[in-house]
Every structure is written in C-alpha cells, then in structure tokens.
C-alpha cells in the first residue's frame, strides 16, 4: 500500500510552506512517527512526523515551497524493515598464505668508478627541496646550490620570509572564501515584518533606569523557598511580566492596536514574552497574564521557553499576544531601542544590570541598575501615556511589595 504524505497545516492563516530539510533520504525505510522532514512556516519551524513505517520516496525537493494539503512523500508501508546485516568476521584465504608473494628485483648500483658528476638546469629543486615546496606552497625559479640549483635551506628561507609578510597583512594571504545560504521561511518574514514596521508606524523609544536593590533583596530572601515550593526559580521576568500587566490597567491605550482605521483596546493582557531559539527569535504568549501569580507567570515562562528551544512550539502559543517584553540583558545588551511586534503598539525593553553610582538621601551609593526602554507607535499612544507607562512600571519594580505584593511577600509568592 502507498500512503501519500500531505502538508498539514502549521496554523490558522498560513496557506503554505517551504521544505527546509529532508532528514531521511530518498528510498530509506523509515518508522511510524519518525520526524522525516523539517517545514518552515512564516511564523514557526515544525517537524513532518511519518505517519506509518515503510519505505520513503521523496516528491519534493528540500527549499520548494509547497501548499498545505499538498503530497511531498509516499510511503511504501508493505515493504519490510530492512533485516540487520550478520556481523562476518574477515578470514584470509588459504591460498594467499600459502603462495609467498614474489620477491623483487632491486636494481643493482653501479660501480663507483662509472658515476658522473651530474650537471642540473637552474631552477631544478633537490629531492628534499622538492618535498618541502610541496608541503609549503613555496615556488622558487632559482636556488643556491651547483647550477643554481633549489636547496632545502632556499625553500626554508623562502617559507620564512613568506610566513613574515602574511604576519604584516600582505594582501591576498589568508582565506578569503564566501559561503551563500538561502535564509529560511521564518528569517524571511521576519524580515519583511521588520522593514514594515519602520516603514508603517510612528515609532519612538523612551528610556528610564531602574534601581533593582529591592528586587535583589526579594530573590534572595526568597528564593530557596519559592524554588523549593513550586520548582522553578524566583526570576526578574515574573517582576517584570506583573509590573507591565499594572500599567497596561493603568494606561489602557499601550495595550491597544491599529486596525485600518480603527483602535482596538483590549481588557486582558497576553503578555508575548521574546525568546531565543536554535531557529531565532520567537515570541510565545503569556494568556491572560492579568490573572497570573509570580508562581504561575515563572513557571508559564519556562513551559513555552522549553517548547521553543526543543522545537515544538506551535503557532498558536506564538500569536494574539497584545504587549511584547524583550530581554536583551542575557545577551549583555546596555541600552538598545526594541522594535514593536506588529499588529501590537509597544514593547518593553529589558536589558543588563550594572552596578552604578546613584545619589539616595544627598549621598553617593552603589545600585544595580538596569535600563529600561518603551518602543511604542506614536499614531496612537502619546508621550504622556509612554512616559507614563515606563513610568509606572519602574515604580512597580522599586516598590514590588507595595506596588504587586500588598505588603505581604509571603502570601504574593504563595509560600
């Protein structure tokens, strides 16, 4: 029986698809449920499991971009798993050990007295000069020894003065190839996502610094605890994730978006949380973060970050989110300017914290500090909102237990 292997669809909206790799190659016998091919979608790369066992004939060719419900494969499910090979062991045949290989003739050397001296064409390399331009790459016309001819001392002093120019930076030494790969579907409309929203929104970034000390001291008081309790860390992102959730209440225009000529506002937040994984950036959704705990919010966090980094995030868990954070500190980032996740109006940067000297009550003190930016789309959200909003959630983060604990820490963290 032949089974056709069809595209299935990757998610709501997405018509088609690009072959990104083949794992198994054509003819080979493959297992039911084996991943047999990797497909990229405009938003997400999701393996192609087989879906029986039998002998595989691939119809299309890896990077062709096909249509969902189109046939890519057939599998062959009557023919037979390929038996094992007996392990032979390798025994000598007796005929070759008991015929005795035949004995060569070596050539006899002439007498002394008949060898001449030999006269060389200049430029004519000795046996050990000629080994060594091999093994250098030297080239030589000429040498010093009798008739000009090339010495292992000239293909050495040749090789030592060519190592000399190629340490100054002589042009035309060194590896100068180029490599050429097609970017994947997903890199590709990240990309044209990305220029579209240069292009198409109003985009400006507002800054703000945020004293950590108070946060610092939370996780380290509670952090053994709160690991203890519910099996994930005590992270910055719960914070964070909470403090945003406070000012999209408190500033409702950030969580809102541009549809044609009309603004959409939203009374739940769906916090898209960036993260980075073996296919790039990806941005799985934290559903109704408004209802969440620091518990609930750290351990979502790691469920989807673990999906993305083993590559089974679906394109459903990436998509509605309505507000975007960003952490650029993992990677060591300072400040940057973070660019809004379309069709939503803002995103929040984070980025790395530093020790840094500050002025509390009229003296000099050493804080953490980190950097934080708002990108927002200025046809829609003004400065007094955007300010505001980074505004608020610095406060949230200064002052976690007033501002997302009510004063209690314990109960906030479920300890």
Same mark, same amino acid.
């Given at each position: 029986m032949i089974l056709e292997m069809k595209v299935p669809s990757p998610g709501e909206?997405?018509?088609?698809?690009? %072959?990104?790799?083949?794992?198994? @190659?054509?003819?080979?016998?493959?297992?039911?449920?084996? =991943?047999?091919? +990797? #497909?990229? !979608? =405009?938003?997400?790369?999701? $393996?192609?499991?087989? +879906?029986?066992? /039998?002998?595989? @004939?691939?119809?299309?060719?890896?990077?062709?971009?096909?249509?969902?419900?189109?046939?890519?494969?057939? %599998?062959?499910? !009557?023919?037979?798993?390929?038996?094992?090979?007996?392990?032979?062991?390798?025994?000598?045949k007796k005929a070759e050990e008991q015929t005795p290989a035949p004995k060569k003739e070596e050539p006899k050397p002439a007498p002394v007295a008949e060898q001449k001296p030999t006269s060389y064409a200049t430029g004519t390399p000795s046996p050990a000069a000629r080994k060594l331009m091999e093994e250098t790459g030297v080239s030589l016309s000429a040498g010093t020894g009798r008739d000009g001819r090339i010495t292992k001392a000239d293909v050495l002093k040749a090789a030592e003065e060519a190592k000399g120019r190629a340490s100054m930076g002589s042009p035309g030494t060194g590896s100068r190839s180029t490599q050429r790969k097609r970017m994947s579907a997903l890199r590709r409309k990240l990309s044209e996502r990305l220029v579209s929203v240069k292009n198409e929104t109003a985009m400006l970034t507002t800054f703000n610094e945020v004293d950590m000390k108070a946060i610092y001291d939370l996780r380290a008081e509670y952090k053994e605890a709160f690991a203890a309790k519910h099996g994930v860390n005590l992270g910055f992102m719960s914070f964070f994730t909470l403090a945003c959730v406070s000012a999209l209440k408190?500033?409702?225009?950030?969580?809102?978006? #541009?549809?044609? +000529? =009309?603004?959409?506002?939203?009374?739940?937040?769906?916090? !898209?949380?960036?993260?980075? /994984?073996?296919? /790039?950036?990806?941005?799985?959704?934290? *559903?109704?973060? &408004?209802?969440?705990?620091? $518990?609930?919010? &750290?351990?979502?966090? @790691?469920?989807?970050?673990?999906?993305? *980094? =083993?590559?089974?995030?679906?394109?459903?868990?990436?998509?509605?989110?309505?507000?975007?954070?960003?952490?650029?500190?993992?990677?060591? !980032?300072?400040l940057s300017t973070p660019i809004i996740n379309p069709p939503q109006s803002a995103i929040l940067g984070m980025h790395n914290v530093v020790e840094r000297p500050v002025v509390r009550d009229g003296q000099i003190v050493i804080r953490p500090i980190m950097y934080v930016a708002l990108s927002y789309d200025h046809r829609i959200i003004d400065g007094r909102e955007s300010v505001g909003f980074l505004v608020h959630v610095k406060e949230c983060l200064e002052n976690p237990v007033e501002k997302l604990m009510n004063g209690d820490p314990q109960r906030a963290l479920e300890l």
């Open positions: 909206s997405i018509s088609e698809v690009e %072959i990104a790799q083949w794992l198994v @190659k054509d003819g080979d016998y493959v297992e039911k449920d084996q =991943d047999i091919a +990797e #497909i990229d !979608s =405009d938003k997400a790369t999701l $393996a192609l499991p087989a +879906e029986a066992s /039998g002998i595989i @004939k691939i119809l299309v060719p890896a990077g062709s971009t096909v249509a969902v419900g189109d046939v890519v494969c057939t %599998i062959d499910t !009557s023919a037979q798993a390929p038996a094992k090979a007996a392990h032979q062991a390798s025994t000598p408190a500033f409702p225009q950030v969580n809102s978006m #541009i549809d044609g +000529e =009309d603004m959409v506002s939203f009374d739940f937040c769906d916090i !898209s949380i960036a993260v980075s /994984g073996p296919k /790039g950036l990806m941005v799985p959704v934290l *559903r109704n973060a &408004e209802n969440m705990t620091f $518990a609930g919010v &750290e351990k979502e966090i @790691k469920r989807l970050a673990t999906r993305v *980094r =083993d590559g089974v995030i679906t394109v459903d868990e990436m998509t509605g989110g309505t507000f975007t954070i960003t952490n650029g500190g993992v990677f060591g !980032s300072m």
